[in-house]
């Protein structure tokens, strides 16, 4: 294996360094070049349309904890078509390799049918 | 492994007839494929197959633990007819779930790579934390729900911490790669596997609820659905203790003196801990929550002892213990159909008055867990103390007898509150599903006690 | 100078795993805990990797491993998550203190 020296890991710092720079520099920059004209309007979060109404901190529908729990879940699964999409080439001769994955892919298609059909993702 | 498979199937096909509006044929459809189940299982007896790269290895004691799960799940499920009678809205999933944690039990009873352990023990402990969360509208269900789950997770943390050190000692996941590892290696086994060990030991112990990792049990036993922690408590606990066994028994067999004086402390602490809070309990599921963790301790002898008859210990204990514990809950689910929303030992008062039947399987349950001779239990207690005794370990078989005998105190207070105390007069009707339940019970409950020679031999 | 040595990275992955414990032990938000349980099941994962790449780098067991701990998680934290907005419905907290409807 290649030998490393600490100083071998400086790019590394010196993209922490710029990266956290360009957040201060932004930040502080936009705030002594922009210009600044307060008035109640100017304040508010949206300045055109309709007036905003009570806390931002409201709690979220619960639907969208379940779309979100949902999407995890077949989010993750891909996980396990990586292995197997990269020994795809060397494996084309093995008989069984292509349906494994399609079994795989099948069984997730009948939890995602179960969903549909148990009406999680219905919004209304 | 054939089992697993057709499970696998059953458990999606359930969840699909309910979607489908079929709720009536759940039932007989999983009852069915159960029996199909065990007899296709029983088909694999001697038959001794790896499967898959090893992953899997069916020997006898796979197969007959198996079984075992499934008649204890037979049992359950027979018991679950009533139980989800008023509210089907989710009862195709409760019972996929169900399928989906026999399942789970199934890879901990039969596995040969500790890939298999991990994936088997999540398997059973996710679909239970559902399952105990079953009742949404219940308080205590979703407490019992989430501190099942905050404990669960955490031991799975050190056991997964445990397998790495094994893994990082031993460069291999199978149990027979470990063994081998150990044996070449004895005299100089590195620290990390003795810390991988402990913290194995720490994560199984969490979940056959061995004191000082049991203070979740009694109020996820307490909060969950009743039928639930019928389930629970039977399930669990069988499938828990073959998975420890094996492990220890394939693996680490030949450096017993590195662990066996921790687990002789343990069993002695869970013993005395689980029987003497049972006595202070009234409320029914607690106090079979202590007994179960006292049970816990004497099962724990047979580990302790490590030799090949540990495993018909362990499996005639596990069958004992659970077809009691299943009529237990059966009469209290009995009872509590009869709008008696109270789980105190009170409401066994005048039972034998109520409904004979029931008074006389429920005590025929509770000599058997206290281990009163031509029980099933007995029997299993006596086994497990022989086997232990001929391991060298007289003085702990000692400490055992003398729990047993505190034990006899609390499993008496429900038969004499069944037979000598007065209370309601009304007259108790029994479900059909539920009197073949108790039937079957206690038909098996005295044949473990009388003819034990029949597993015994067998093996 | 050589490539980082086993140690550092078990040292990381302990520690870790004991920031994971502690924090379970101290704080009482019941997302918080989920968030200890993650850092030790993650703590599990670096072990597991390191010791494939240092120890045993002809398999690949322990990354396969990790691939189940990613997986077996997310479901963890699904069920999770669940059972705490089912709480919170019924608490109006997520606050481990509150949940004392069953008490020794």
């Given at each position: 294996m290649a030998t490393a020296n600490p100083i071998d890991y400086l790019p590394i710092i010196i993209q922490f360094i710029v990266a956290i720079g360009f957040v201060i520099f932004g930040m502080i920059g936009s705030h002594l070049l922009g210009p600044k004209k307060h008035s109640k309007v100017k304040d508010d979060s949206f300045e055109c349309g309709i007036e905003a109404q009570g806390n931002a901190r409201l709690p979220f529908n619960v639907k969208y904890?379940?779309?979100?729990?949902?999407?995890?879940?077949?989010?993750?699964?891909?996980?396990?078509?990586?292995?197997?999409?990269?020994?795809?080439?060397?494996?084309?001769?093995?008989?069984?390799?292509?349906?494994?994955?399609?079994?795989?892919?099948?069984?997730?298609?009948?939890?995602?049918?179960?969903?549909?059909?148990?009406?999680a993702l219905d919004w209304d | 492994m054939k089992a697993i498979i057709i499970l696998s199937a059953l458990g999606l096909a359930t969840m699909f007839v309910g979607v489908y509006n079929f709720k009536k044929a759940l039932l007989p459809m999983i009852l069915l494929g159960l029996l199909a189940v065990i007899g296709i299982n029983t088909m694999e007896w001697n038959t001794n197959i790896h499967y898959y790269n090893d992953m899997l290895y069916f020997d006898n004691w796979a197969v007959s633990f198996t079984?075992?799960?499934?008649?204890?799940?037979?049992?359950?499920?027979?018991?679950?007819?009533?139980?989800?009678?008023?509210?089907?809205?989710?009862?195709?999933?409760?019972?996929?779930?169900?399928?989906?944690?026999?399942?789970?039990?199934?890879?901990?009873?039969?596995?040969?790579?500790?890939?298999?352990?991990?994936?088997?023990?999540?398997?059973?402990?996710?679909?239970?934390?559902?399952?105990?969360?079953?009742?949404?509208?219940?308080?205590?269900?979703?407490?019992?729900?989430?501190?099942?789950?905050?404990?669960?997770?955490?031991?799975?943390?050190?056991?997964?911490?445990?397998?790495?050190?094994?893994?990082?000692?031993?460069?291999?996941?199978?149990?027979?790669?470990?063994?081998?590892?150990?044996?070449?290696?004895?005299?100089?086994?590195?620290?990390?596997?003795?810390?991988?060990?402990?913290?194995?030991?720490?994560?199984?112990?969490?979940?056959?609820?061995?004191?000082?990792?049991?203070?979740?049990?009694?109020?996820?036993?307490?909060?969950?659905?009743?039928?639930?922690?019928?389930?629970?408590?039977?399930?669990?606990?069988?499938?828990?203790?073959?998975?420890?066994?094996?492990?220890?028994?394939?693996?680490?067999?030949?450096?017993?003196?590195?662990?066996?004086?921790?687990?002789?402390?343990?069993?002695?602490?869970?013993?005395?801990?689980?029987?003497?809070?049972?006595?202070?309990?009234?409320?029914?599921?607690?106090?079979?929550?202590?007994?179960?963790?006292?049970?816990?301790?004497?099962?724990?002898?047979?580990?302790?002892?490590?030799?090949?008859?540990?495993?018909?210990?362990?499996?005639?204990?596990?069958?004992?213990?659970?077809v009691a514990t299943i009529t237990a809950f059966a009469v209290l689910l009995m009872i509590k159909a009869a709008h008696q929303e109270n789980d105190s030992i009170d409401t066994f008062n005048g039972l034998a008055k109520r409904s004979p039947f029931m008074a006389f399987t429920l005590t025929i349950a509770m000599l058997s867990l206290a281990g009163i001779p031509i029980t099933g239990g007995f029997f299993a207690k006596y086994y497990l103390f022989a086997n232990t005794i001929s391991a060298g370990y007289t003085w702990l078989v000692v400490l055992a007898v003398f729990n047993s005998a505190i034990g006899v105190y609390y499993y008496f207070k429900v038969i004499i509150a069944a037979y000598f105390k007065e209370g309601s007069e009304e007259k108790l009707s029994i479900f059909p599903a539920y009197q073949l339940v108790l039937i079957i019970t206690a038909i098996a409950t005295l044949l473990l006690g009388i003819l034990p020679g029949l597993i015994t031999e067998m093996m | 100078m050589t490539e980082i040595p086993l140690q550092h990275i078990l040292f990381l992955s302990t520690a870790l795993f004991f920031i994971g414990v502690y924090g379970f032990f101290t704080r009482k938000n019941m997302i918080t805990m989920l968030m200890s349980v993650e850092l030790i099941l993650n703590s599990v994962n670096i072990n597991f990797i390191a010791f494939n790449k240092y120890l045993f780098a002809d398999k690949l067991d322990g990354i396969f491993f990790t691939i189940f701990i990613i997986v077996i998680a997310a479901a963890e934290a699904a069920v999770a998550i669940a059972i705490i907005i089912n709480l919170y419905r019924s608490h109006k907290s997520i606050d481990v203190d509150e949940t004392n409807e069953m008490k020794y």
């Open positions: 904890f379940l779309t979100a729990i949902l999407f995890v879940l077949f989010d993750v699964e891909v996980i396990f078509m990586y292995p197997w999409a990269v020994n795809f080439r060397d494996n084309l001769g093995n008989g069984t390799w292509f349906w494994e994955m399609i079994l795989f892919v099948v069984f997730l298609m009948l939890g995602f049918l179960y969903i549909i059909k148990k009406g | 079984n075992l799960i499934l008649a204890v799940s037979i049992l359950v499920f027979l018991l679950s007819g009533q139980y989800f009678k008023k509210n089907t809205d989710h009862l195709e999933d409760n019972y996929s779930i169900i399928i989906f944690t026999i399942i789970g039990a199934i890879l901990m009873v039969s596995y040969s790579n500790l890939a298999m352990l991990f994936i088997g023990i999540e398997t059973l402990s996710i679909s239970l934390y559902i399952l105990a969360g079953s009742k949404k509208t219940s308080l205590a269900s979703n407490e019992a729900s989430l501190k099942y789950f905050l404990m669960g997770s955490f031991a799975t943390g050190f056991l997964l911490f445990g397998i790495v050190l094994l893994y990082g000692a031993s460069g291999t996941f199978h149990l027979h790669g470990i063994k081998d590892y150990v044996i070449e290696n004895h005299a100089s086994l590195p620290t990390i596997f003795y810390v991988g060990i402990l913290l194995m030991m720490v994560g199984l112990a969490f979940k056959i609820s061995i004191v000082p990792f049991h203070f979740w049990t009694a109020d996820v036993y307490e909060g969950s659905p009743t039928l639930i922690t019928a389930f629970m408590a039977t399930v669990v606990k069988i499938a828990g203790f073959a998975a420890f066994l094996r492990l220890f028994f394939t693996c680490f067999s030949s450096i017993t003196e590195h662990f066996v004086p921790i687990l002789c402390i343990l069993a002695v602490l869970t013993m005395f801990l689980g029987n003497i809070t049972a006595v202070y309990q009234n409320n029914f599921k607690r106090m079979l929550a202590f007994s179960s963790i006292s049970h816990a301790g004497y099962m724990l002898l047979a580990i302790i002892a490590l030799k090949e008859s540990s495993f018909i210990a362990i499996l005639l204990y596990t069958a004992a213990y659970s | -």
